[in-house]
C-alpha cells in the first residue's frame, strides 16, 4: 500500500544539526511533489517546505529559510529534510506527505502522511 | 506567511450541520482555488478531507463539502457523528510556491 515512513527524529541541542528521512512505497515516487510539515506540542500545523517531483524546485518557510535544506533521492524512494542551526522552536513532530496530484505545479492538497518523527531541541 | 484564521471551537450534536471558517487574504485564499481540509485525531496523522476548495479525494464521506468566498473557505460537516470529533486545519497556496495552514479548529459532537 502507499506509505511514507519518517525516521531520524530525536534530542539535540541548540545549534546542532539533524537529517530527517522519509522512505516512499506503493506509488510511483518520482512524479509526486513532497513537503515536510510540522507541529510543535499541542499545537496547530505548519508547512515547512516542498520539493519538487525531480527535485529541481525548493521552497521553504520564513521561519525555517537559510537553515532547512530539503532533497529527495529518487533512486532510493526517499525523501530528506537537512535541518542545521536547530532552535528550541524547531521543536514539533515532522511528517513528510504526498502531493494528491502528480506532477503539478502547484500542490493542490496532501493526501499520504507519514506518522511523523519526533524532534527536540533542547539543552 | 501569517497562519489563515480559524474559530478555535466548533460544536454541534449528532446529526446537526457544522461549518467551519478559514480567512485568509488576496494573497492565498483570496487568489487561489487550492484550498484543502485536513482531519486529525489526537495522536494521529492529518488526512485529506477536501482539496482544490471543493474536491473530495476518493473514500471521504459525502457529509463532507468545501466552499469558498472572497478570502474565506469554509467546510461544512452534515449529519454530524461522533468520529467527526477531531481537529480540522485548512491549507491554502500562498504564492511563491509556498503554503500556509489555518490555526486549527476542534469539533466536538455533543
Known amino acids: 500500500q502507499v506509505q511514507l515512513v519518517e525516521s531520524g527524529g530525536g534530542v539535540v541541542q541548540p545549534g546542532r544539526s539533524l537529517r530527517l528521512s522519509c522512505a516512499a512505497s506503493g506509488f510511483t515516487f518520482s512524479t509526486y511533489g513532497l513537503h515536510w510539515v510540522r507541529q510543535a506540542p499541542g499545537k496547530g500545523l505548519e508547512w515547512v517546505a516542498v520539493i519538487s517531483y525531480d527535485g529541481s524546485n525548493k521552497y521553504y518557510a520564513d521561519s525555517v529559510k537559510g537553515r532547512f535544506t530539503i532533497s529527495r533521492d529518487n533512486s532510493k524512494n526517499t525523501l530528506y529534510l537537512q535541518m542545521n542551526s536547530l532552535r528550541a522552536e524547531d521543536t514539533a513532530v515532522y511528517y513528510c506527505a504526498k502531493d494528491l496530484l502528480r506532477g503539478v505545479r502547484r500542490s493542490p492538497g496532501m493526501d499520504v502522511w507519514g506518522q511523523g518523527t519526533t524532534v527536540t531541541v533542547s539543552s | 506567511q501569517s497562519a489563515l484564521t480559524q474559530p478555535a471551537s466548533v460544536s454541534g450534536s449528532p446529526g446537526q450541520s457544522i461549518t467551519i471558517s478559514c480567512t485568509g487574504t488576496?494573497?492565498?485564499?483570496?487568489?487561489?482555488?487550492?484550498v484543502s481540509w485536513y482531519q486529525q485525531h489526537p495522536g494521529k496523522a492529518p488526512k485529506v478531507m477536501i482539496y482544490e476548495v471543493t474536491k473530495r479525494p476518493s473514500g471521504v464521506s459525502n457529509r463532507f463539502s468545501g466552499s469558498k468566498s472572497g478570502n474565506t473557505a469554509s467546510l461544512t460537516i452534515s449529519g454530524l457523528q461522533a468520529e467527526d470529533e477531531a481537529d480540522y486545519y485548512c491549507c491554502s497556496y500562498a504564492g511563491g510556491s509556498t503554503y500556509v495552514f489555518g490555526t486549527g479548529t476542534k469539533v466536538t459532537v455533543l
Open positions: 488576496n494573497s492565498d485564499v483570496g487568489s487561489y482555488n487550492l
